[in-house]
Structure formats: structure tokens, C-alpha cells
């Protein structure tokens, strides 16, 4: 055993305790390993000894909610690319974009708001945005603010950058690159300016910052697309998520996750709605919750 591992391991469950209760990620023992390079990649990066160096700091000040984040971020899963699953992007564009549609038109004009919640590098939230383009005829008569939030800021550079290899295409249909992007070389390719403006993007840790957050628009929202995020989280820390995620949709509103996740017992203030063999979760109008709880 090299010197100083000793008390590495005595510091890991308690790092791995401060990164679930902050961020929701869980780091049991099997990804220990992957922690402790973390911790050196971190260390090294702030100019400190070694990952015993970084962990004891935090442990000794766990207000350092930055460096937890910012470990966090090392070691959370950003995978992603467009139109991935697609069979609820089917859903999206064939059935809840005409819902949406009929029920947001008022005598205040006709208002939209998705939040794609956990965005990564941005293909999800782009992919809202086409669908968005390809499926509403009077787009531009529609106000509509599309949210995207993410804790790692590194993601988020990427996402408002909107410059993406083939990996990001891999299960796209054809005419995506051919009709959204403009191919710069190097396997890269640049989202068109109109589909790129019309995303916002923001930090947001979804476990320890507040909304909904009329500051931050995330109150009132028609539809949160948090997919391949809650799957990661302790059970407590998911549940705590999907309450907000409640508060902040309007009555009505819809919430759409992975199918992986759908299964999970945290939805028991939604109703479940089955389209085409994909579950989504729907907050019940007003009128129907008093019913429920009578
Ligand atoms: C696997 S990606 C999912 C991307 C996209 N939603 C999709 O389905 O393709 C998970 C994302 O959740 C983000 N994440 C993890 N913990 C978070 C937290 N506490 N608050 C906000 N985002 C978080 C990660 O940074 C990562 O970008």
C-alpha cells in the first residue's frame, strides 16, 4: 500500500456521503476507484498535493459546495446525442406538440415552455428544437421559451457552442445533418443559427438550487424533458427532483424521462400517460387533483 492510501480510504465514504447529499449521484464503494481519480485529477488541477489533500479539504469544510460540484462533474456520465429514444420523440412530435398546441392558445397569444433539465452538451434540448420547427406550422407566432440546464459547465460551453462530431448523429435519421447543420470539416458540423437561438442555457444543480424560479423561468412550464438523469440519483435525492418538478410545471404540464426510468416509484403525484408504448407522467389539472384527494 502506497503511503497516504490508508487515509484516502478512510476519507472516501465520507467524499462519496457529500456527493450524494449535494449533487444526488451515488458513489458506492465499487466506484471508489474511480472517486480516489477524481480526487488526484482535481488536486492536481487546484494545485494541491494529491487526492487525500483534496478530500480532506472538503471533508473538513463540506460549505465548499463548489469543489464538490466540481468533482461531481468529473465524474458524472454525459452521454448523450439527438433524437435519442426515439419513440418518445415519435410521441412528442405526433401527439403532445398538437395537445400543447390546442391548450396554449389564448386571448394572451400562444405561449410554450420546455425545460430540458440535465441537457449535457445540448443534442436533447436541439432536438426539442427541431421538433419544434418540423412540427408547429405557426412557429413563429408562438412565444416560446426552451430552457436548458446542466450542472457541469464544461457541458454547457459545448451545448452553446453547438459544434458536433458523427457521434453525436448516432442514431439520427438522415435528413438531421443534411437539413439542420452546416458540415465545417474535421467530421465536425455547426448547427444552424435559428435552431441554436432559440435555446437558453443556464446552470442549475437540480438536488441543491431552488425552483421553480420565476427569475429563472422555470415556473409555469409546459413540459420538463429530464432524461437519463434520475437514474443516477439516490432514491431520496430523485424523489426531492421530481417534487420540484411538479411545483414547477403548470396544471396540466407534462413530465418526460428515459424509459428506464419510468418504472422508478416517484411519480405518485403524476398521472400516467401510455402513448404509443411510452410512459410519461402528466400533472393532474387542478380540477382533477381536488378530485383525487377527495
Ligand atoms: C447522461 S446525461 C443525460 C443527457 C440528456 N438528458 C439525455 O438523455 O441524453 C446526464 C446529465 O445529468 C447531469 N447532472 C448530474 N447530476 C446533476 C445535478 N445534480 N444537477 C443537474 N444536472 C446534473 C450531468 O452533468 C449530465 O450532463
Known amino acids: 500500500m502506497k503511503p497516504g492510501e490508508n487515509a484516502l480510504l478512510k476519507l472516501l465514504p465520507v467524499v462519496s456521503d457529500l456527493l450524494t447529499e449535494r449533487t444526488g449521484l451515488r458513489f458506492p464503494p465499487e466506484r471508489w476507484d474511480e472517486l480516489a481519480g477524481a480526487l488526484m485529477s482535481a488536486a492536481r488541477e487546484h494545485g494541491l498535493r494529491d487526492a487525500e489533500d483534496f478530500a480532506g479539504r472538503i471533508v473538513a469544510d463540506p460549505a465548499r459546495a463548489r469543489a464538490i460540484e466540481d468533482l ?9 446525442y439527438f433524437f435519442r429514444e426515439p419513440e418518445t420523440f415519435a410521441a412528442f412530435e405526433g401527439k403532445i406538440l398538437g395537445v400543447l398546441q390546442a391548450e396554449r392558445t389564448g386571448k394572451d397569444g400562444k405561449r410554450l415552455k420546455i425545460w430540458s433539465a440535465g441537457c449535457s452538451t445540448g443534442e436533447e434540448p436541439y ?20 430552457l436548458a440546464s446542466d450542472l457541469n459547465v464544461s457541458s454547457l460551453e459545448a451545448a452553446r457552442a453547438a459544434h458536433y462530431g458523427e457521434w453525436s ?8 445533418g443534411k437539413t439542420y447543420f452546416q458540415r465545417l470539416g474535421n467530421g465536425r458540423y455547426a448547427l444552424r443559427a435559428e435552431i441554436r437561438g432559440m435555446v437558453e442555457f443556464f446552470r442549475l ?6 425552483y421553480p424560479n420565476p427569475v429563472q423561468l422555470t415556473d409555469d412550464v409546459d413540459v420538463i424533458f429530464c432524461r437519463n438523469v434520475l437514474m443516477y440519483f439516490s432514491a431520496a435525492a430523485a424523489a426531492r427532483v421530481v417534487d420540484g418538478f411538479c411545483r414547477a410545471l403548470r396544471p ?5 424521462v428515459a424509459p428506464a426510468e419510468a418504472s422508478m416509484r416517484i411519480f405518485s403525484e403524476f398521472e400516467t400517460v401510455n402513448l404509443d408504448g411510452v410512459t410519461l407522467f402528466r400533472k393532474p389539472s387542478a380540477a ?6 377527495a
Open 72 to 80: 461531481a462533474q468529473r465524474l458524472s456520465v454525459n452521454e448523450t
Open 127 to 146: 432536438s426539442i428544437a427541431i421538433a419544434l420547427w418540423r412540427c408547429v406550422p405557426d412557429l413563429k407566432d408562438w412565444q416560446v421559451t426552451l
Open 169 to 176: 448523429f448516432r442514431q439520427a435519421p438522415d435528413w438531421l
Open 205 to 210: 444543480n437540480l438536488v441543491a438550487d431552488a
Open 252 to 256: 396540466g404540464g407534462y413530465l418526460i
Open 288 to 293: 382533477r387533483a381536488v378530485k383525487r384527494s
